[in-house]
């Protein structure tokens, strides 16, 4: 027997992927040099460390996190829009997080970064694609059992 994965769980597995990746960038961060001196001094890249700051920072990085839910329970209109728009923006997001970065990181970079974005355009294309008989289908699966 075969299994269907419904559109909405490959795309909330994406995603999750994608906040898991996207952490463990972040904390990985942390073991470059001089980086953690620069937050106990008070300064994430050449910003000063406040309560605006870190509150953005969590928005940020809330966003992946709460695609996991709403691709999962938006209808199948919302979602596919939703999912499209949230993965389009966070490219460029993405892609900003190289700035300024030497050639010595370009290999964790390339891996990094290059991961997020398969994951989000993985995402764009799954949306897009998603056919309508698809949603109608993984809906009354889910209401028979």
């Given at each position: ?19 898991l990746l996207y952490a463990y960038v972040d904390i ?43 691709s999962l329970v938006l209808p199948a209109r919302a ?67």
């Amino acid at each position: 027997m075969t299994t269907t994965i419904p559109v909405q769980a490959k795309i909330a597995a994406a995603w999750t992927s994608f906040t898991l990746l996207y952490a463990y960038v972040d904390i990985l961060n942390f073991f470059k040099p001089g980086v953690l001196d620069s937050i106990l001094h008070g300064k994430v890249w050449d910003f000063d460390v406040s309560a605006p700051l870190l509150t953005l920072m969590l928005a940020s990085v809330a966003i992946p996190s709460v695609m996991v839910f709403l691709s999962l329970v938006l209808p199948a209109r919302a979602n596919r829009l939703t999912n499209i728009t949230v993965a389009i923006v966070l490219v460029p997001y993405t892609l900003f997080n190289v700035a300024g970065e030497s050639l010595e990181w370009a290999a964790f970079y390339a891996i990094s970064i290059g991961l997020e974005v398969a994951l989000l355009v993985f995402i764009v294309r799954s949306a897009w694609t998603w056919r309508a008989s698809t949603a109608v289908a993984a809906t009354a699966l889910s209401s028979v059992r």
